[in-house]
């Protein structure tokens, strides 16, 4: 078995970065312009690394599939993003940070590039303001903080419920600015077919022009991929429609090592199914823990009431509710981190104690916040703090201040008041950890192909803290990616552009075409849908929020099942030179379906639980995740064999210097 | 692409010429509401307006352009709005988002302008001819009883009062709206908003009341 | 519930469209709109009609990408939503549902509901940004403090989705809020004033070449826009362009 070079530096852990960065291999400013880089996806990694390449002085071509960069699904990001400014004074620093990053992906995660994410943090703030980023002020007009799961510091910054959102506006005007000086060519609704690798070394991409369905060949120096995560393998998930894996595998089947797949988060507060034609799941931002109580009814009584409708969540008294994780977790709270906070919701709702008619929904409750702000500002304004209607609706004043976009949001799905009533929540396919495996320098296991942001493994280990992803995205494309580069790019500069006309890129294309007419001419009798629906069932009861070994094997052989179904009978109507949504929709699923196996595979190789990944034959007495640290401090990379069963495992052991491993607490 | 030919330009053009007739509008408004209670202040004032050489040589002049120019600017903008949209829309459901007088401005300012025309004939051309073709000798005491005979004819009156309702409309909107277009839109804006809205009904409602009350009166 | 919808059908931008009409049963009031889409297609699908293309990703009213007109309105009938965040609770049994394509020259249709809004890409490349470098080599972000009322005002601009409903249900094809939520987002702050004379300019000379209307403040795109930015925000912008244009 093949070790993995992950080629980090030497050196104690806080030098490393600065270090690195003074002794990598630098390209020369008129060597820059003679270089081109590929940049496919544009959510926050994606952006901000075209952007600053482009400034560096190299010739950037992005690729989106969204009818503009700005669509990129980091968008939906509502909550914040951390940094170690310590503002607040509360005891935050770098280490901290670093050490609460570590914790929270359960020891999963490479030491190194987790400090190196908690050094640059701070900068991307400064960086965000300076672009004009707007976010939240307090009175003084200082940056305000709020706190997330899983920490005892408030680090987290944010512009009311849309901080991925005005993040990723941050970069695309960085990129605009770029597009506008001819340094970056963007490719809007484009998307990435295939790698195309030269003498071993990633040399271009295939890309089919989703408009018209031509095919086209781009070259570069280098590929960087920053095409997002998976959790679209579930179906269901708070991922975009269009948010899908094929970038990152077809890499993967070009020789990248795919790594950790089976580490997803499952978050904790997302709008329950509603029924069967249910698309995608919405997501309620962790920042409502900071003010929402999460309950289930004591009584199984109260809890048929509420299903049949004879009883409302308001009408049960203090004494008859749940606050199950202030009772499990009453250091924490309801600021457990995610995976914990979803465990413990599926506890309750697998004990029979869920309050929607499918039984898979918990309460998240105002009521105590508002009341508490209520009482604050008729303080402050001199009114009457026993005066209950005043107070409520100045606490409501507040809340809205705070979370409005979201509750209205709610009401506009739900159709209830979540000022009035407790909103309902249920864990969901969020956001996933796993990924392309990447080297320090953020390089996959194929020479000149990088994988940046939520498409690299890197950074969160077994589980992600809340607000961390925003901060990675934009650490790795501003801040890492552009310096690490180069350190490869410098042997490039002789090279000259790289032709289009080469075998390989015949071969590639010709490939593409193929896969592309034999959708079109299958001509089966299901949609796509109907498979994507299908494997997402499969992934989600076996390969969800706890699995077993049985269950793991059943995925394994249902999938291989389901993926020689798609191929003999799927349909996909129209052409392929043309606007074909559904065709574009095939290649995903088709992808998907490969990765589901990896990822199923994966998870039944790992037969301990931590964070996210939680195995039923690794648990202690209560019920909580049991890591097996002796056997498992590595990371799975694995390697493809020309079909997901025959992938080859290579082991990237975790070595820890400046932290002991624990069990993680939150007690 | 200069001030005068950006669209930002050319709206603040449209503001500011429209605000100049309002403000003509007001002092023709006062002149002619002399005349209800009183002919000879009336034809005092129409003396002077009449045969003033800043206001006949250097006021009548920027007005006739101000309103030329107003509405050829009008059709100029209607013109190319109507083009940046060559595929209509089969359903559109204007009525839920903005009023009638704002999505009609052109409809209403037809109105007007052809009123505009009827007024020059009426008013006008035989003024013009009076003075300065046929020099005919001033007699500062025929202005009141020229009014009065206009009015005489209730067709006129209908006319002339169904023109003033349409300069209502147009007035509703874009009295309030010139503002917008020039910038301000501040905390003052509800108050500026209802004091046009009051403005636009209040002057045009006058106008009909002086029609109608020398055609009763005479 | 059942429905009858009559939807926008163009094969490709060069090409003639038409209303077709479809009828869907058993709809459920807790759908969004686009899951009625979803299954209206699988429908179309399994009748061997070419399904309906539409834009949509995000699906939480956030991404900006879904861009129906529905009987009459960008987005549909309800207020501060986009078309993903629509339900169909908003409608009854038995309704007939017209649905189109934004429409506006500047909006070129590239199938059916499908239509190309790089024009807002390019106003914003003409100078929608703060030409600052990414090297993070800034002042520290609490450096400059910005009052809380300039900061929330810049917020509020700053929530635009790039969704192009103003434009679509502007009678004028008008994408005056859109460039005014980012001039004003940069106005408000000390990090955009800097550049914010030829930021005005050049986004307005952009605005004007790709072929948008007039704004001739009907205040329909205020009432549309599903993020509900402000009419103020366009007054913001006439003042700094004229302040720019003095300024040259």
Redesign the interface.
């Known amino acids: 078995m093949a070790t993995l070079d992950s080629k980090i530096p030497q050196g104690p852990l806080a030098d490393k970065w600065n270090n690195h960065k003074s002794n990598i291999n630098l390209v020369s400013p008129a060597n820059k312009r003679l270089i081109d880089v590929i940049v496919v996806g544009t959510g926050l990694a994606g952006a901000?690394a075209s952007?600053?390449l482009a400034?560096l002085g190299y010739n950037v071509k992005t690729f989106c599939f969204?009818?503009?960069?700005?669509?990129?699904?980091s968008?939906?990001a509502q909550g914040g993003i951390n940094a170690a400014?310590n503002?607040q004074g509360d005891g935050d620093s770098t280490y901290r940070l670093f050490y609460d990053t570590i914790k929270g992906g359960d020891y999963r995660s490479r030491e190194a590039n987790v400090h190196r994410l908690a050094e640059?943090s701070a900068?991307?703030?400064?960086?965000?303001?300076?672009?004009?980023v707007?976010?939240?002020?307090?009175?003084?007009?200082?940056?305000d903080n709020r706190s997330f799961g899983g920490v005892l510091v408030s680090r987290t910054f944010y512009?009311?419920g849309?901080t991925?959102?005005?993040l990723l506006?941050g970069a695309?005007?960085?990129m605009?600015?770029q597009?506008?000086r001819g340094k970056i060519k963007?490719y809007?609704r484009h998307e990435m077919m295939d790698l195309v690798v030269v003498d071993g070394k990633a040399r271009g991409i295939i890309a089919r022009n989703l408009?018209n369905g031509k095919l086209e060949r781009h070259s570069a120096h280098a590929v960087v991929i920053a095409s997002g995560g998976y959790g679209n393998v579930f179906f269901l998930s708070?991922n975009?429609?269009?948010s899908n894996v094929s970038a990152g595998w077809k890499i993967h089947k070009r020789g990248a090592h795919f790594a950790n797949p089976c580490f997803t988060q499952i978050h904790p507060t997302c709008i329950p199914v509603?029924?069967d034609?249910?698309?995608?799941l919405?997501?309620m931002s962790e920042s409502l823990r900071n003010d929402g109580r999460i309950w289930v009814p004591k009584n199984i009584e109260d809890v048929k009431a509420i299903r049949e409708g004879k009883l409302q969540p308001t009408e049960i008294a203090e004494e008859n509710r749940d606050y199950y994780l202030e009772r499990r977790y009453p250091a924490f709270g309801n600021l457990v981190p995610r995976d914990v906070a979803s465990r413990a919701a599926k506890e309750r709702c697998d004990a029979g104690y869920g309050v929607n008619k499918t039984g898979e929904a918990v309460y998240l409750d105002f009521a105590s916040a508002i009341e508490r702000y209520g009482k604050e500002q008729a303080h402050v304004k001199g009114l009457d703090e026993n005066d209950a209607v005043l107070v409520k609706k100045l606490g409501q004043e507040v809340v809205r201040a705070k979370y409005g976009n979201l509750f209205?949001?709610y009401e506009?799905?739900v159709?209830q008041n979540p000022y009035e009533t407790p909103m309902m929540i249920y864990p969901a396919v969020h956001y996933t950890m796993g990924g392309v495996w990447v080297d320090y320098n953020l390089m996959t296991s194929i020479p000149g192909c990088y994988a940046i942001g939520e498409a690299n493994f890197s950074d969160h280990g077994a589980n992600r803290l809340g607000a961390s992803a925003l901060m990675q995205g934009l650490a790795d494309g501003?801040?890492v990616l552009p310096y690490t580069i180069g350190d490869y790019l410098s042997d490039d500069i002789r090279t000259g552009s790289i032709p289009t006309d080469s075998p390989e890129f015949e071969a590639a294309e010709t490939e593409v075409r193929e896969r592309l007419e034999k959708f079109i001419n299958n001509k089966g009798t299901n949609?796509v849908?109907y498979y994507h629906r299908k494997l997402g069932k499969i992934m989600w009861n076996k390969c969800g929020m706890s699995r077993n070994e049985q269950g793991l094997k059943e995925a394994i052989q249902e999938i291989q099942e389901l993926r020689d179904d798609f191929y003999a009978n799927v349909?996909v109507?129209?052409k392929a030179d043309?606007?074909n949504?559904?065709l574009a929709k095939a290649g995903r699923v088709a992808d998907f379906l490969e990765l589901g196996e990896l990822f199923a595979k994966d998870a039944l190789e790992r037969t301990e639980s931590c964070g996210g990944h939680f195995r039923e034959e690794s648990q202690t007495p209560e019920g909580e995740a049991l890591r097996d640290d002796e056997n498992f401090t590595f990371v799975s990379a694995w390697e493809y064999q020309g079909k997901p069963s025959e992938a080859i495992l290579h082991k990237e052991d975790l070595n820890y210097e400046e932290i002991e491993v624990k069990t993680r607490s939150y007690k | 692409?200069?001030?005068t030919s950006?669209?930002?330009?050319?709206?603040?053009a449209m503001a500011l010429s429209g605000l100049f007739l309002v403000f003509f509008l007001l002092q023709h408004f006062t002149i002619n509401m002399t005349s209800v209670i009183s002919a000879e202040i009336f034809n005092q004032l129409s003396h002077f307006m009449g045969t003033n050489p800043v206001v006949q040589f250097v006021l009548q002049p920027v007005l006739i352009f101000g309103v030329v120019f107003h509405f050829i600017m009008g059709f100029v903008?209607e013109l190319?709005?109507?083009?940046?949209?060559?595929?209509?829309?089969?359903?559109?459901?204007?009525q839920?988002?903005?009023?009638w007088m704002?999505?009609n401005?052109i409809l209403s300012g037809i109105v007007v302008l052809s009123f505009l025309g009827l007024h020059f004939y009426d008013f006008w051309f035989p003024e013009m001819n009076y003075k300065y073709i046929e020099v005919l000798p001033e007699d500062p005491n025929r202005y009141y009883e020229e009014l009065v005979h206009k009015f005489h004819s209730p067709i006129r009156v209908a006319i002339y009062s169904l023109s003033f309702v349409f300069l209502a409309l147009h007035l509703l909107?874009g009295f309030g709206?010139s503002f917008?277009?020039?910038?301000?839109?501040?905390k003052y804006s509800a108050t500026i908003k209802k004091a046009t809205q009051a403005f636009a009904i209040a002057i045009p409602l006058g106008f009909v009341f002086i029609a109608i009350y020398h055609h009763l009166n005479a | 519930m059942n429905l009858t919808l009559?939807v926008?059908r163009q094969?490709?931008t060069d090409s003639q469209?038409n209303?077709e009409t479809y009828q869907l049963a058993d709809v459920?009031p807790?759908?969004?709109f686009?899951?009625m889409m979803?299954?209206l297609n699988?429908q179309l699908?399994?009748q061997?009609i070419?399904?309906i293309?539409f834009?949509?990703?995000?699906?939480?009213?956030?991404?900006?990408?879904c861009s129906m007109?529905i009987?009459?309105?960008a987005h549909g009938?309800?207020r501060?939503?986009t078309t993903c965040?629509l339900?169909m609770?908003k409608f009854k049994d038995g309704d007939t549902i017209?649905i189109?394509p934004f429409?506006?020259?500047?909006f070129p249709?590239?199938?059916d509901l499908?239509v190309?809004?790089?024009a807002?890409?390019r106003v914003?490349?003409?100078?929608?940004?703060?030409?600052?470098?990414?090297?993070?080599n800034?002042?520290?972000?609490?450096a400059i403090?910005?009052?809380?009322k300039d900061?929330?005002r810049?917020?509020d601009a700053?929530?635009c989705?790039?969704c192009g409903a103003c434009v679509a249900?502007c009678?004028?094809?008008?994408a005056?809020l859109f460039v005014s939520a980012k001039v004003s987002?940069?106005a408000l702050?000390p990090?955009?004033k800097v550049e914010a004379t030829d930021r005005v300019l050049n986004m307005?000379?952009q605005?004007?070449?790709e072929?948008?209307?007039?704004?001739?403040?009907?205040?329909?795109c205020e009432?549309?826009c599903p993020k509900g930015i402000s009419?103020?925000n366009?007054?913001?912008?006439?003042?700094?362009?004229?302040a720019a244009?003095l300024k040259g």
């Open positions: 901000s952007a600053t400034e969204q009818d503009s960069p700005r669509r990129a699904h968008i939906a400014k503002y640059v900068n991307i703030i400064d960086q965000c303001v300076a672009q004009g707007p976010f939240a002020r307090d009175y003084g007009g200082l940056l512009a009311k849309q991925g959102q005005q506006l695309y005007s960085a605009n600015r597009i506008g963007m809007n408009v708070t975009a429609m269009g509603s029924g034609h249910q698309s995608k919405t997501l209205q949001m506009k799905i159709d501003y801040f949609s849908d349909n109507p129209g043309e606007f949504e559904q | 692409m200069g001030i950006s669209s930002i330009g050319r709206k603040v903008l190319k709005n109507n083009q940046s949209r060559s595929q209509k829309y089969g359903v559109y459901k204007g839920a988002n903005a009023s704002s999505r401005m909107h709206s917008q277009s020039v910038g301000v839109n501040n | 009559k926008w094969p490709n469209g209303f459920s807790d759908m969004s686009l899951e979803d299954v699988e699908m399994s061997g070419d399904p293309a834009d949509h990703d995000c699906r939480e009213g956030i991404c900006g990408m007109f009987n009459g309105e009938p309800d501060l939503v965040q339900h609770r017209t189109e429409r506006a020259n500047a249709v590239i199938k499908a190309d809004r790089s807002f890409d914003q490349q003409a100078g929608g940004f703060v030409s600052v470098n990414t090297s993070g800034t002042q520290d972000a609490n403090p910005i009052e809380k900061a929330d810049a917020f700053a929530t989705i790039g249900t009678k004028n094809a008008s005056m987002q940069y702050l990090q955009g307005v000379k605005m004007d070449e072929g948008f209307g007039n704004c001739t403040n009907t205040g329909a009432v549309e009419l103020e366009i007054a913001r912008m006439n003042r700094e362009y004229l244009s």
